[in-house]
């Protein structure tokens, strides 16, 4: 996904090329003197074909191709219609069809639109519901991109979420303040409790050497084990009258507001991920700092020769970093759940946010438009779970394939037999 | 599809539409989860409908599975689990025609001993009354004087078995002065846990190490885990026994039969299916109910194979301390007894 | 013209090397720790170790200790070995490995004193546990060794676990083999390396993305499936056959070390094999050479004729399948069923494992075994009672790792072309 | 063996490396390629060894058509290759590098290394070479490390050898040893390819001389022709072989060094207590064989050393003991040795590179936020000053050739206020008209009044920049020279003879 983000893709465009090459697969790699002669449409139509835009939609659709498989050779129905196959194949057509297209168009309905709901609210709710898993994704995507324009792996998300929702959920419970105050003391405790967290590994990696894949991997195991031990001391985070590892609900004054109403469960999380994006464009390509975090990504030892202090760089990028990821927690207790904090508080996010920053290509738009993505598979895949019994476990297929083939477009290319740019 | 041939799969004639939630173990977890859909979907061919389960993944995922459900248009929704408690509430309070069942919680938020919503029906179980008995089988059962138990993580739900059993084995040491130790328990959350509902090689292991401490009575408190334990007890060529918890292992899976002692019933299947046969006809009531022994919400599985190997007296004397626990002369402590 | 020496090492310069400073700060740190434990919480009664099994030739008594007494004894070593470790380093000489392991063992012996005190630990138990909770991580790390010593990053370890727990499953339980299963998981595990060789070698992506994204991939898949088929077939799909325990006559009868090594499934004698072949042939053999050459340096290789994609390909196969053993032992040695999510990272572990055993197949099992230590350590003294919260035990392997890599390990070099693509014109 | 290559052509997308090139190898003979960077010739041998696969032409042994497929059949018909870049793995052994690709094996695969190490023994005997099959290549200095090249070629029997730039990283002893050695390989009837960019040594041991630019063959020249016309048929105009420059005028003594050591990580000294010091505007040039401490010294006056001892004062301030950071703004321009590994960041833009040793302050970067506007005009002014051929200030330094790389590290260098200029190797690799431009930048810079180092394992580049030589040998001083001392007294101290009259 490039810098400028989705909005680019000429999709009515990409159809028509997209037919056009089916029917002149001839027109293909090895030609490259004809095309540099080519009339100015040949070279439009080039561009296109061997373009990104086309590349992430075709990718999208054999993503969603392998998907349908899973479905089809799963489903009670299809296979029932198979066993009776040969003697009326249209069935299990029939079958296939409606498990495909339910599937499909329940996602959709979860996601974007639902056409089936009675109020206007009701229908344009799953959007809303999209954006709010978007924020977490984002955040903690952000965080995770930018160590690695760094050069570095933070595989710790799930620690630093943790980490950070418990502090704010901490701050939540345990003061008594009026809202102007309380929020953003929890929002910034949060995130700097998380930041030094993530620190660990940076100062490590600095200090001793220590690789910080195996750091962050270790502290996501700590920080659980510390978070589940706060959760069980009434001194600490459990709830008073019970003995389950739980905090008690987040007062009013420390909740994220929402933002189009009670009717709605999207809350000022997405604004939070939306100026965050903002603030790590401006970081990376914009800040000094940042310039300094990408030229020790690149090439520590030309940062180092050019007076970068390479060891403090990893620091900041991994103080930075847990922050947005502490964030994605803050997010979570103070936003999204806001009945108490548990040792489940991450839900995953941690580590669906490395997919995010990779689908992102690990620049904050890109993130920003694949946080959109994964949440709108998030929040269809519940609707497609209810309606339609497929587990959403399929969601998380769908989602790794679109990475891969993203990542790798002459397969996409040599699948659909487009022609490719280096001929 | 109104053209499908008659025969397809779970189609109905009800329009009743009954649903459930399972948390983060999904409905395959050997435990809660399972058995309430299990009971639901008894109940459910019995209505003639077909119910509509949905997993969560992670504590994300329930609010979102409850507001798809209730956009399903769901009758009765059932939810799994102390966890799925605030988002059962929250829901239960904004679609107040929905009728709730809530497995092992209270509903009770603000802890006024009141459920919170009216639409809510929660369902509990004092397990450590069940389990109080079975620790006093092991105490009489071992040869060796040590038995022992481990579980998934430190939750009420979970240690309140660890608890009972611990209770019944001291009991009986108290009562016919034999000296019987309890390995991997120490009360509150001291003791042996695996730290997930998985069945791994940490389950297996935890097992080794109880046998190792010569224990020739176990009892793995948290879903899939027991399976570990099997593994171990084959392992080990000794002679050690199981204890199931929640079903009967000796039905639920034939493999635990050589060596499954007993069972510790919460009975899940059936209060769920009551419940749903009821809401079904329109009787819901949402009154808590707490499954103990007086009622048979929870007990102790028959002995099975085992029953030619515990001491001739044990079955009755089983009776008696039943009889002790229903009418208050045994005391069972636990966060559900009163 | 000779080779000259370029470098010459005269006396009495090194000892300005900070680095050196490193090995005996930790021994300090850890000589605190221990001595910590009692001064703040001192135990009474006897420590017992019971060193004896069942079907041991003979039978060593139990050794009782006073706790106490045996923690100061131990800090007393540990402060020995503190002190020598830095009069090494003032002197200008690295500490011996030795040093460090004498300190290890002394130091957890103390530690474990004073944990047990009072009770009875089953030293045979604890370290034949350790064993047993290694054996997938020490798959898992060969493969990582092998995949990343060719170049290929490898960090789909997680999802090989996964497709050989799940693919041996099904497999034994279909044919009522568990070597079925076992052929099953390598192939399972081949699966994961294929798509892996395609996208990285082939297709040049991002090693680290590949890995991550197969890593989702195989939760998705195997999930997906296991609510869908496995779960509603479960007798005739997941009901898996278990390798039974294979004692090694003679052997297994030697008391400590038998009933530790030899009285272990198929897999953990496959498991000796596979590390000590896979040791010998990386560095003695023709393959190994080639292997470690496209791992090193792919273009010098290339130009020597040796096909470098094909040797990364067939070397990434068979960490695959290696793996893929590793994931074996979840469905057929740990629990008779596959279950969700069930490696619950321990791919990562082994990932961990590789990077700290610095790509080196005897090193990298050692750091396995270590982390199976640590988690059985947990375990044994959970289940005897332990004075410290379960959550801190159950931190402690994790602790441990962290503890090691970053005071013992430091910078370690990776094979100089891993992770990169080879891109011939 | 008789080597014809036929109208090759290879093209990289739309750039043609090598258009129609024809190119004749007898027995016997030692045939020159000369061209300035990018002009295709490591492309052509590329394609000659089956690396790469050309896009038209043909390749003939004996006149007999060959298809190579891979390295692998090349090897097999005869062919051997020291590469531009080393093909040695660092941390394999010389044996096992040698061995590697056609191993003799035992019992399962075993690797018989005895074998290797009497063949490696066996060749260096045959040309009286001193190497250890055992040693770890990595261990072993550039020169030794090209033998192992050669011996690997010479273990697989080759019969024509291709030689690409092998002395750019050899000393004056060691160039001669290797044209001694290229003698003899002739003699015994191997056909040679010899690609350099020192016209001294094409004229000393060429039969015959091809010169490549842009891709094609522009022509043949005679092995008796001047160097300034063989430089001129490279570049294609007049070049200034030697650069003009007025004496010193030596100022104030600028830098001060002394009693400096240098230690690495593992406690071993690569510079061992040395000093001596630089006026305003002198160059002092660093000889020496690679290795040598040359490499350290350059950190240490950066900071960039772990451990230093002694003193390096600059305008009377300390240097030891700063972070690189501290050191680069007390005034000091850096060029290292490798301008791919410490002197560049390949992935990013001209313009980004050109600010790298300047992200904490003015001009580029004011509040902690980068001034783009202000760092695109100075790149643009740069790129016109120093003729770095590139299509724009946004085209990423990694795509550039090596030339243009290195013109790329000295704008950012000089464009600084510098109070010393250390260079290092500051014309490795580049060809006759880059250096020449280079050599001037550094010469204007001494003429401005800085005191500048200069390290070059070139002689040629030594006694062309230097106005006093320090010859350096495992890590210490040998001595500190005027600027004419002989090539010859130049080639005895670097391998550690102090010769007479020099002060050390
Ligand atoms: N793999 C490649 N892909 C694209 N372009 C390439 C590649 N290799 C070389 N080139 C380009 O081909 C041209 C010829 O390069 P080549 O390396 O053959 O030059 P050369 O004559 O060896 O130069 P030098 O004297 O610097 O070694 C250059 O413009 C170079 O940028
Ligand atoms: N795949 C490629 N795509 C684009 N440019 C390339 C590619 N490969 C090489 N080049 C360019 O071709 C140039 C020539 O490559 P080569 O490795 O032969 O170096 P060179 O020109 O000989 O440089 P030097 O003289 O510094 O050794 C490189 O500097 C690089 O910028
Ligand atoms: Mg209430
Ligand atoms: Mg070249």
């Not at chain 4, 090249?149 to 060691?174: G, M, Y």
Request: proline share 5%; glycine share 10%.
């Amino acid at each position: 996904m490039s810098e400028k983000g989705p909005e680019n893709e000429p999709a009515e465009t990409t159809k028509v090329t997209d037919d056009d090459v089916v029917e002149d697969p001839q027109d293909s790699a090895a030609d490259t003197d004809r095309v540099a002669e080519a009339s100015r449409w040949h070279v439009a139509l080039r561009e296109i074909t061997t373009g990104n835009a086309l590349v992430a939609v075709l990718s999208v659709f054999l993503a969603m191709f392998f998907g349908s498989l899973m479905i089809l050779f799963t489903d009670a129905d299809v296979r029932y219609g198979m066993s009776y196959f040969f003697a009326r194949p249209s069935d299990t057509f029939i079958y296939a069809w409606e498990a495909i297209s339910g599937a499909y168009v329940s996602l959709w309905r979860g996601a974007v639109f639902n056409d089936l709901g009675s109020t206007f609210h009701q229908q344009i709710k799953p959007i809303t519901e999209t954006l709010k898993f978007a924020a977490p994704l984002t955040l903690a995507g952000l965080g995770i991109g930018l160590t690695f324009r760094a050069g570095l792996f933070n595989i710790g998300g799930r620690g630093q979420m943790l980490l950070g929702g418990a502090a704010a959920a901490f701050v939540a419970v345990k003061l008594d303040l009026p809202m102007i105050v309380h929020l953003p003391l929890a929002i910034l405790v949060g995130a700097l409790v998380a930041a030094l967290w993530g620190g660990i590994a940076g100062l490590l990696k600095a200090l001793t050497g220590a690789h910080e894949v195996i750091v962050t991997i270790m502290l996501n195991y700590v920080g659980y084990y510390l978070v589940f031990y706060a959760l069980t001391r009434k001194s600490l985070l459990q709830a008073p009258n019970s003995g389950n590892p739980k905090s008690s609900p987040m007062p009013e004054s420390a909740i994220l507001p929402d933002l189009l109403g009670p009717k709605f469960n999207l809350h000022a999380g997405f604004l939070l991920a939306v100026l965050a994006t903002f603030l790590v464009w401006w970081i990376l390509n914009r800040s000094a700092l940042g310039y300094r975090f990408r030229a020790v990504g690149e090439n520590p030892a030309a940062a180092k020769a050019a007076g970068i202090n390479v060891g403090l760089a990893y620091f900041s990028a991994f103080l930075i970093s847990g922050a947005l990821v502490g964030l994605a927690g803050v997010n979570q207790v103070l936003g999204s759940v806001t009945d108490g904090a548990t040792s489940g508080l991450d839900a995953g996010i941690g580590f669906d946010a490395i997919t995010v920053a990779l689908l992102g290509r690990s620049r904050p738009f890109g993130i920003l438009a694949a946080g959109i993505l994964f949440g709108a598979f998030k929040s269809g895949g519940f609707f497609m779970q209810a309606s339609e019994s497929i587990p959403v476990d399929i969601v998380l297929v769908i989602q790794s394939l679109i990475v891969l083939f993203l990542a790798a477009p002459p397969l996409v290319k040599a699948i659909f037999r487009l022609p490719s740019k280096e001929a | 599809g109104g053209e499908a041939p008659a025969e397809r799969a779970g189609e109905g004639n009800s329009d009743y539409l009954p649903c459930i939630v399972s948390d983060a173990g999904g409905f395959d977890d050997k435990s809660f989860n399972q058995l309430s859909y299990e009971g639901l979907k008894e109940a459910a061919d019995e209505i003639g409908t077909k119910p509509k389960p949905v997993e969560s993944n992670s504590e994300n995922d329930y609010a979102a599975n409850l507001e798809s459900l209730v956009g399903q248009g769901c009758d009765t929704i059932v939810t799994v689990g102390f966890a799925l408690s605030a988002a059962t509430i929250e829901s239960a309070k904004a679609n107040p025609e929905t009728e709730y069942v809530l497995i092992d919680d209270a509903a009770d938020a603000d802890f006024d001993g009141k459920t919170d919503a009216e639409n809510i029906k929660p369902i509990l179980y004092d397990t450590a009354q069940a389990a109080f008995l079975a620790g006093y089988v092991a105490a009489d059962y071992t040869k060796t004087g040590v038995v022992g138990t481990y579980g998934g993580q430190p939750f009420p739900t979970v240690t309140i078995f660890m608890d009972g059993f611990k209770q019944g084995v001291e009991y009986y040491a108290k009562t016919k002065k034999k000296d019987v130790k309890v390995v991997g328990y120490e009360g509150g959350e001291k003791g042996s846990f695996t730290g997930e509902f998985v069945a791994n090689e940490k389950a297996t292991n935890t097992a080794r190490q109880i046998i190792d401490q010569n224990a020739d009575v176990i009892m793995p408190v948290g879903g899939p885990i027991y399976q570990g334990a099997l593994t171990a007890i084959d392992d080990s060529g000794k002679d050690v026994a199981l204890i199931g918890v929640d079903a009967d292992f000796y039905e639920t899976d034939p493999k635990t039969q050589d060596v499954v002692l007993t069972s510790v019933l919460k009975n899940m299947k059936t209060s769920t299916n009551d419940v749903i046969i009821a809401a079904s006809e329109g009787d819901f009531d949402a009154t808590p109910y707490v499954g103990t022994l007086e009622n048979d919400g929870v007990g102790l599985a028959p002995f099975h194979n085992f029953e030619s190997k515990v001491s001739e007296t044990l079955p009755d004397e089983i009776e008696e301390v039943t009889a002790g626990i229903k009418d208050g002369s045994i005391k069972v402590n636990s966060y559900l007894a009163k | 013209m000779s080779a000259v020496a370029t470098t010459v090492k005269p006396e009495g310069v090194a000892e300005r090397v900070p680095g050196l400073w490193k090995t005996p700060s930790v021994l300090g740190v850890f000589t605190v720790l221990v001595a910590l434990l009692v001064l703040i919480s001192p135990r009474s009664g006897d420590s017992t170790f019971r060193w004896s099994r069942q079907g041991d030739w003979f039978s060593i008594p139990d050794v009782s200790l006073p706790a106490n007494a045996v923690v100061w004894a131990a800090v007393l070593v540990c402060l020995l070995c503190t002190a020598y470790a830095a009069w090494n380093a003032y002197a200008g000489r690295k500490s011996p490995l030795l040093l460090v392991a004498v300190f290890a063992v002394v130091a957890v012996a103390g530690f474990l004193a004073w944990a047990v005190a009072g009770k009875t630990l089953p030293v045979v138990g604890l370290l034949a546990g350790s064993l047993a909770l290694a054996v997938p991580l020490v798959f898992g790390a060969l493969g990582g060794v092998l995949g990343e010593r060719a170049g290929v990053v490898n960090i789909a370890i997680d999802g090989q676990l996964l497709f050989g727990a799940f693919g041996a499953a099904i497999a034994a339980s279909l044919t009522g083999s568990p070597w079925a299963g076992l052929v099953a998981a390598m192939v399972a595990g081949m699966l994961v390396a294929l798509l892996l060789g395609l996208f990285a070698i082939t297709y040049w992506v991002e090693q680290v993305i590949v890995g991550v994204v197969l890593n989702v991939l195989v939760i998705g898949f195997t999930s997906f499936m296991f609510s869908q088929v496995l779960s509603e077939n479960a007798a005739a799909l997941n009901n898996p056959p278990h390798f039974p325990r294979w004692e090694i006559p003679l052997l297994s009868g030697i008391p400590v070390v038998g009933p530790i090594f030899f009285r272990q499934t198929v897999l953990v004698y496959l498991m000796y094999v596979a590390v000590f072949l896979i040791a010998w042939a990386l560095y003695r053999s023709k393959w190994g050479l080639r292997v470690r050459a496209v791992g090193e340096h792919p273009k010098a290789a290339d130009t020597v004729g040796i096909n470098v994609i094909a040797t990364r390909y067939r070397t990434v196969l068979l960490a695959g399948a290696i793996a893929g053993i590793g994931g074996a032992t979840y469905t057929l040695v740990s629990v008779p069923s596959f279950g969700r999510e069930m490696t619950g990272g321990a791919g990562y572990i082994a990932l961990a494992a590789v990077i700290f055993g610095k790509w080196d197949p005897i090193k990298a099992t050692l750091a396995a075994l270590l982390f199976g230590f640590a988690s059985n350590v947990e375990s044994v003294l959970s289940v005897i009672g332990s004075p410290v919260p379960s959550q801190f035990m159950l931190m402690l392997p994790y602790v441990v790792t962290i503890f090691a890599v970053a005071g013992l390990v430091g910078h370690s070099r990776a094979p100089a072309a891993d992770g990169k693509p080879y891109r011939k014109s | 063996m008789r080597l014809a290559l036929r109208d090759i052509t290879k093209r990289f997308g739309s750039l043609v490396a090598n258009d129609h090139i024809s190119l004749t190898v007898e027995p016997g003979e030692i045939h020159c390629l000369l061209g300035e960077n990018g002009a295709g010739k490591s492309t052509l041998m590329n394609v000659l060894y089956g690396l790469y696969q050309a896009d038209e032409g043909e390749i003939l042994i004996d006149d007999e058509p060959q298809r190579f497929k891979g390295p692998g059949d090349a090897m097999a018909a005869g062919i051997g290759m020291v590469h531009q870049h080393f093909m040695l793995i660092p941390v394999f052994t010389v044996a096992e590098n040698v061995m590697l690709g056609h191993e003799a094996t035992g019992f399962a695969g075993k690797l018989d290394l005895d074998a290797a190490r009497k063949q490696v023994r066996e060749i260096s005997e045959r040309f009286g070479f001193h190497v250890d099959p055992d040693a770890l290549v990595e261990d072993l200095p550039v020169g030794v490390q090209q033998r192992v090249e050669i011996i690997k070629a010479l273990s697989r029997d080759a019969e024509v050898l291709v030689f690409d730039e092998p002395t750019a990283v050899l000393t004056p002893q060691e160039t001669d040893e290797l044209m001694a050695i290229m003698r003899q390989l002739k003699e015994s009837g191997t056909g040679i390819v010899f690609i350099t960019h020192k016209l001294r040594e094409v004229r000393e041991v060429a039969d015959r001389i091809t010169v490549i630019r842009r891709g094609t063959v522009v022509g043949e020249a005679s092995p008796e022709a001047s160097n300034a016309e063989l430089a001129a048929l490279m570049v294609g105009r007049p070049v200034e072989l030697k650069v003009q420059k007025s004496p010193a005028e030596p100022g104030e003594r600028a830098l001060v060094v002394s009693d400096l050591t240098v230690a690495d990580e593992d406690g071993q000294v690569h510079v061992d207590d040395i000093s001596f010091h630089i006026d305003a505007g002198e160059i002092l040039a660093v000889a020496g064989v690679q290795g040598n401490g040359q490499t350290e010294l350059t950190e240490a006056m950066v900071g960039l050393a772990p451990h230093v001892e002694g003193s390096i004062k600059l305008d009377g301030r300390e240097i030891v003991g700063r972070s690189v950071r501290k050191a680069l703004e007390a005034g000091i321009g850096f060029i290292p040795e490798d301008r791919q590994i410490e002197g560049l960041v390949g992935n990013f833009t001209i313009a980004e590179n050109l600010m790298l040793n300047r992200s904490y302050d003015k001009p580029f970067v004011t509040g902690g936020s980068l001034n783009l506007k202000k760092l695109d005009t100075f790149a643009k002014e740069k790129l016109a000053e120093y003729d770095v051929r590139a299509p724009g200030v946004s085209t990423l330094a990694g795509q550039l050739s090596g030339g243009n790389q290195q013109k790329v590290v000295v704008a950012r260098e000089l464009s600084r206020d510098l109070r010393l200029l250390v260079a290092s190797q500051p014309t490795r690799g580049v060809d006759v008209g880059s250096i020449e431009f280079i050599h001037k930048q550094i010469v204007a810079a001494r003429d401005a009044g800085v005191p500048v180092l200069v390290v070059s394992s070139e002689l040629d580049e030594i006694s062309a920049l230097a106005d006093r030589i320090m010859v350096l040998y495992r890590g210490r001083v040998v001595g500190i020279v005027p600027a004419d001392t002989s090539r010859d007294t130049l080639g005895l101290m670097m391998a550690g003879e102090t010769p007479e009259g020099s002060q050390a």
